[in-house]
């Protein structure tokens, strides 16, 4: 594509060569016209401007106006491409000028386009948008497609700018629908770098490195080095995000040394930045520090007002980093100014955020606290612009987690316990709450207006005798006791000699079961080893443990800190971090605990009205019919579960219910069926990283072959059903897994909260397939006695324990119940 380039250049300055033998001027303006777009596209863009600016002489003397304003506009690419915004607006003023002078529809669309980029680049976001609506218009009006595709996606990067994530995904998605329909490559690219710009700023990292790496694709394909350059620096923030440092760096030196082989300015400024940033998570401090001052320098130059507050941020934290916290509160003041002035929302959230960390380290608390609360306030109206995208609301608050913990833990150094409580509890599953109170009809301002007594006291009407809510800050635990007549006790304990992922892991091995439970981030990965409900023949795969004290650590640091506070035989954990995914019922054989995602969720669910759960009526689903899954070679990928067909047929006859297994168990039946009844079972195979289940392949599909969407019961279509289950059991491995972030675990789970059920029932690792018949067997005898979820459970649990065969944690230790503690009414035999 290069040596293309350079022919182009050559065949041009041809043709000026025999424009000026000829002394034809107009002939020899046009020569020198498209050498300079041969050099624009080469990209050398001082070679560009000088032919361009030679171009115009002759266009100014011989009276082509058209030719004039188009040059203009030329001259504003280039300086544009070498970061001189200013200088660009005011050609690109002068094209807009000409092309309405002179009738040019289809120019005065692109001047006003390129006018918005500038302004984009400028900080000016609001501005840049009323221009980039005035070309869509235009680009409409003239039937222009590419332009319409070029003015969505520019306003897809302004509204992103802007924090309306929203907005930004939808017009960014039209660029791209446009790019691909008129077969515009480059533009095509440019889309995909803007969608996965939105998913990185919603946390989403996989999709926006998916995003990022067809951008490179393409720029390398059309010979497009500064999309090149660009995609390379979006990459290398992607991966900094995720923690892989040295694929960062990498990332980050191959856009510097592009936009420096460009003259790009700009980018060159947004590359000294980004290797800051690498810089600062490896903790090299100074080194940082000296590429963010190349990077302000670089953006005061050529206007950048987002890079210079960027910028201004960075050098604050870096500075934080080294005590030097005079300083760091100049910059941070200073990006403040910038992000108001420029109208960024969530870069002022995250400036007030810093500037509140500052005065919490000088011990000015109280100012702290203000600052903190203002952070959330710009985190949250930006989430709630989200309306109902769930799985955006969850990436972008996991994004912001520090300033909802910063404000509670601020909150507990001024010895504010009770506030300090409403706000972690406030700032808890904040992306169910939105999903439960739409299911439930609830009016949002219901339960977030409330003043925090209130809230408390509205919680507090439907729990057990007592509740422990969890809250982590690094390696310190705070533990909030809170019991029905409103006391509220508060204690703090550390993890000593690690973190909670070190102990979850060094517990998990103690029990057996390897690393079946993580934490960090993980992609959906279907159909690999990781999906396995334990087949009979493979029951000593998992290492058995000895120790019957393989729980302690959980226990000294989760219960032994409130022991003394505890009273009765019943409690309620909200839990977080990767404390979500402890095994919290094997903790205790006296108590019977359970869990909740937060307290004003558990609200909601318990205080629906009387008639919104269903009293009778139950799905049982075992053993689907998976032989039709195969592998390349036509090997079945999962192995049929007898003792989860006997399973169900076991609970079936206890409650008189014929269940669906075999090839009748397919997707579309499962979720058909369960919209109405009391109980939903289901003993199948699960997916370690996400709990998501393999049903049996719908019969009527498009393929031959089952794809994912035949078969899987996913997340995504639990959650847009609507249950009326009082209890959902998932007799399945990992069917408790999930990701863990702010939000807790964004699992199966949870889709089936989401969607509807009281309570859960789940299971954290795999699981013996024929210790989980015992294990049902006792559950539901107990459930079909009279005993609630959380007694039949705890009876569950106990049999196994004290069995001969299944008395290793491993078997009986797995199972957590979700929501509420429920009763079931069977029909009597």
């Known amino acids: 594509m290069v040596d293309g380039k350079l022919e182009d250049v050559e065949q041009r300055m041809q043709e000026l060569a025999i424009a000026k033998s000829v002394e034809d001027r107009d002939r020899e303006g046009m020569a020198h016209f498209h050498l300079g777009d041969a050099y624009l596209n080469l990209p050398n863009y001082q070679q560009a401007i000088k032919n361009y600016a030679q171009a115009l002489h002759i266009f100014i003397e011989t009276g082509c106006r058209a030719e004039e304003g188009s040059t203009y ?12 915004f200013r200088q660009a607006v005011e050609y690109y003023e002068k094209r807009l000028s000409i092309a309405k002078e002179v009738g040019d529809n289809a120019g005065e669309g692109s001047a006003y386009g390129n006018i918005g980029n500038a302004y984009l680049s400028l900080g000016n976001f609001k501005q840049a948008i009323e221009y980039h609506e005035k070309h869509l218009s235009i680009a409409k009006e003239v039937g222009d497609r590419a332009g319409e595709g070029s003015a969505y996606g520019n306003l897809g990067s302004a509204n992103l700018r802007l924090g309306d994530f929203k907005q930004a995904i939808a017009y960014c998605e039209r660029s791209l629908s446009i790019a691909k329909e008129v077969g515009d490559r480059v533009a095509e690219g440019s889309a995909y770098g803007n969608l996965g710009n939105c998913y990185l700023s919603l946390g989403n990292l996989k999709q926006a490195i998916e995003y990022y790496e067809k951008r490179l694709s393409i720029a390398k394909e059309v010979g497009d080095r500064a999309g090149e350059g660009s995609a390379y620096g979006n990459l290398g923030s992607g991966y900094d995000s995720l923690g892989n440092l040295k694929q960062a760096f990498e990332y980050h030196e191959k856009r510097l040394s592009i936009a420096k082989e460009v003259g790009d300015n700009a980018g060159e400024g947004s590359a000294y ?40 941020a960075n050098l604050g934290n870096a500075h934080f980093e080294l005590d030097h916290f005079k300083e760091a509160m100049e910059y941070h003041e200073h990006s403040l100014g910038i992000f108001k002035e420029i109208g960024d929302y969530v870069g002022e959230g995250m400036a007030w955020y810093w500037l509140g960390h500052d005065h919490e380290v000088s011990g000015s608390l109280s100012n702290a606290l203000s600052c903190y609360r203002l952070s959330i306030k710009h985190f949250d109206e930006t989430r709630h612009s989200l309306k109902s995208e769930d799985e955006w609301k969850i990436g972008f608050r996991d994004s912001y987690r520090a300033s909802y913990t910063a404000l509670w833990r601020t909150l507990l150094k001024n010895g504010e316990i009770k506030e300090a409580l409403y706000a972690a509890e406030k700032g808890r599953a904040q992306a169910l709450m939105d999903v439960l109170k739409e299911r439930y009809g609830i009016d949002s301002q219901s339960i977030f207006a409330l003043a925090p007594k209130q809230t408390l006291s509205a919680a507090l009407e439907f729990l057990p005798p007592q509740a422990v809510f969890v809250a982590l800050d690094e390696n310190k635990i705070t533990f909030w006791v809170v019991r029905k007549d409103s006391k509220i006790s508060f204690r703090q304990t550390e993890i000593a000699n690690g973190t909670a992922d070190m102990l979850m892991e060094t517990v998990l091995k103690g029990i057996g079961v390897g690393d079946a439970v993580r934490c960090e981030k993980r992609a959906l990965d279907p159909l690999r080893s990781s999906w396995r409900r334990k087949p009979i023949s493979e029951k000593t795969v998992l290492p058995s443990s000895s120790s019957v004290n393989s729980l302690q650590p959980l226990y000294d ?22 404390f979500c995914l402890a095994p919290y019922s094997a903790l205790s054989e006296s108590i019977r605990i359970r869990t909740i995602p937060s307290l004003t969720a558990f609200n909601v669910i318990v205080g629906a009205p009387e008639d919104f759960h269903s009293k009778t009526g139950a799905l049982l689903v075992g053993d689907p019919w998976l032989k039709e899954v195969t592998n390349k070679k036509g090997k079945p990928i999962l192995e049929q579960l007898p003792f989860a067909k006997q399973e169900v ?131 539901y005898q107990h459930l079909l006695g009279g005993k609630s979820a959380s007694v039949a459970l705890q009876q569950a649990m106990k049999s196994l324990r004290e069995s001969k065969e299944y008395c290793s944690i491993k078997h009986w230790a797995p199972f957590v119940l979700v929501g509420d503690d429920v009763m079931l009414e069977f029909p009597k035999k």
């Open 73 to 84: 506009g030329n001259l504003g690419i280039a300086y544009f491409s070498l970061g001189n």
């Open 273 to 312: 930045g980004n290797l800051g940033n690498a810089y600062f998570s490896l903790g090299n401090f100074k080194l940082a520090i000296e590429c963010y001052e190349k990077s302000l320098s670089i953006a005061k130059e050529v206007g950048d007002r987002a890079g210079e507050g960027s910028a201004c």
């Open 557 to 578: 640091v989760l219960l032994a800190p409130i022991a003394d506070l505890l009273q009765g035989d019943e409690l309620i954990v909200v839990p977080d971090g990767p």
């Open 649 to 779: 047929e076991m609970i079936g006859a206890l409650l008189q219910t014929t269940p669906l297994t075999g090839k009748s168990a397919t997707k579309a039946e499962v979720l058909k069926s369960m919209k109405s009844v009391a109980l939903v079972h289901i003993a199948a195979h699960g997916c370690q990283k996400t709990g998501e289940i393999a049903l049996a392949p719908n019969t009527e599909r498009k393929s031959p072959i089952p794809k994912e969407e035949d078969f899987i019961l996913k997340i995504s279509d639990v959650q847009t059903i609507s249950l009326r289950a009082r209890l959902v059991v998932l007799s399945c491995p990992y069917s408790g897994q999930g990701e863990v972030k702010s939000e807790g675990v964004v699992g199966i789970a949870r889709a089936f909260l989401c969607a509807g059920a009281r309570s859960v029932l789940v299971s954290l690792w795999a699981i013996d397939d024929e210790a989980t018949l015992l294990f049902m067997r006792n559950f």
